[in-house]
């Protein structure tokens, strides 16, 4: 089946740092979508990526979403502690038979050292 | 506030007893989801509602049954759960489907301990 790697699995940064998590499809995507989940909390929607090449930002995030629509990256410019959580993609694939699927991602744990 | 609704918020049940988690949503969403989350892990797709079309995860074991009584209302059934059913388990809802590019919007989730 359709997987969605991200790398790397754990990140600690001082605060202030900037962090990055990349993910990584095996096939085609049709787009990607990423979210986020505090600690105990539930994921929650950032963005989503439609377009082959397409790059999004939002305040210290930047998303983008690679040339061949397999590939997506997330970056936290100047971290603070409420970025602290975890970073997931999920991947929306067309498969053979036309139906679609949102696969998450594995994952990126973000901790911030104040 | 329009949302997604999970209750309980931690639930206990014994090994082998039936246990049902309950959603409700306000969002009048078509699309109702049950996601499995392990600790330290993705959450991973059991099974879906588009409106009344149930649509079943083909490695969701059979122990998992899902029902959805109305729009607002979706409930996970485990007839039997074992140790390794203890994780948490999050109701999300979306528009449409997710091939028309909705985002999801995601419950507080049950977090389910098996004794």
């Known amino acids: 089946g359709q997987q969605v790697m991200q790398i790397p699995q754990y990140q600690h940064v001082q605060e202030g740092e900037d962090f990055t998590t990349y993910c990584n499809s095996s096939?085609?995507?049709?787009?990607i979508q990423w979210y986020k989940q505090r600690p105990g909390g539930h994921p929650v929607f950032l963005i989503q990526l439609v377009k082959s090449g397409e790059v999004k930002k939002q305040k210290r995030l930047t998303f983008q979403f690679g040339e061949a629509k397999k590939n997506s990256s997330l970056h936290i410019t100047a971290t603070q502690t409420t970025d602290v959580g975890t970073y997931f993609c999920a991947g929306l694939f067309i498969s053979n038979f036309g139906n679609e699927k949102l696969t998450f991602g594995t994952g990126t744990r973000l901790t911030i050292i104040p | 506030d329009a949302m997604v609704i999970q209750n309980p918020r931690y639930q206990v049940t014994q090994f082998g007893k039936p246990v049902t988690l309950s959603c409700s949503q306000t969002l009048n969403h078509n699309v109702m989801y049950w996601y499995q989350q392990k600790s330290s892990q993705a959450p991973k797709l059991l099974f879906h509602y588009y409106d009344k079309d149930f649509n079943n995860e083909a490695d969701t074991p059979d122990n998992f049954q899902s029902r959805r009584p109305n729009t607002s209302f979706c409930f996970l059934d485990i007839r039997s759960p074992g140790l390794g059913d203890a994780a948490m388990y999050l109701c999300a809802t979306s528009r449409d489907i997710t091939a028309t590019n909705e985002k999801l919007f995601f419950g507080s989730g049950t977090q389910l301990s098996v004794l």
């Open positions: 096939t085609t995507l049709s787009n």
